[in-house]
Nanobody, 126 residues
Framework: LVQLVESGGGSVQSGGSLRLSCVVSGDTYSSYCLGWFRQAPGKEREGVAVIDSDGITRYTDSVKGRFTISQDNAKNTLYLQMNSLKPEDTAIYYC????????????????????WGQGTQVTVSS
C-alpha cells in the first residue's frame, strides 16, 4: 500500500506561480513512476506530467515550458513547479504512483495508475 499526500495548492492570478508537493510513503519500490494529474469541473482527470525513478519526464503539451516536475528522493517528495499559470489550469491536482504507468503510451490516462492522493485545489483568476 502506498500513501500520497499533496499540498501547496491555492489561488493565484494569471501569470503567477505555485509549487505543489506530494509526500510519498508506504510500500514503495526502487523502480517506480510518479505523476501529477488534474481534474477540472465536468472534465475527466488528465495527466499533466510524470517522472520515473531514472528521472525521465513527460509532459502534456499544454504545460510544456511552464510546468516542471521533479523529485527529492531524500525527502520522498514529488514536486510540480507551475509558472505562467492560466485560468485554464484551474483544477484539483492529484499525485499518482505506479510501478510502470509512466513508461507506456497511455501514461496520461488516470486508469493506468494504481495509487492516488486526495488532491489539492489550484485556482487561477484572470
Amino acid at each position: 500500500l502506498v500513501q500520497l499526500v499533496e499540498s501547496g495548492g491555492g489561488s493565484v492570478q494569471s501569470g503567477g506561480s505555485l509549487r505543489l508537493s506530494c509526500v510519498v510513503s508506504g510500500d514503495t519500490y526502487s523502480s517506480y513512476c510518479l505523476g501529477w494529474f488534474r481534474q477540472a469541473p465536468g472534465k475527466e482527470r488528465e495527466g499533466v506530467a510524470v517522472i520515473d525513478s531514472d528521472g525521465i519526464t513527460r509532459y502534456t503539451d499544454s504545460v510544456k515550458g511552464r510546468f516542471t516536475i521533479s523529485q527529492d528522493n531524500a525527502k520522498n517528495t514529488l514536486y510540480l513547479q507551475m509558472n505562467s499559470l492560466k485560468p485554464e489550469d484551474t483544477a484539483i491536482y492529484y499525485c499518482a504512483y505506479d510501478l510502470f504507468a509512466a513508461h507506456g503510451s497511455s501514461w496520461f490516462l488516470a486508469r493506468s495508475w494504481a495509487y492516488w492522493g486526495q488532491g489539492t485545489q489550484v485556482t487561477v483568476s484572470s
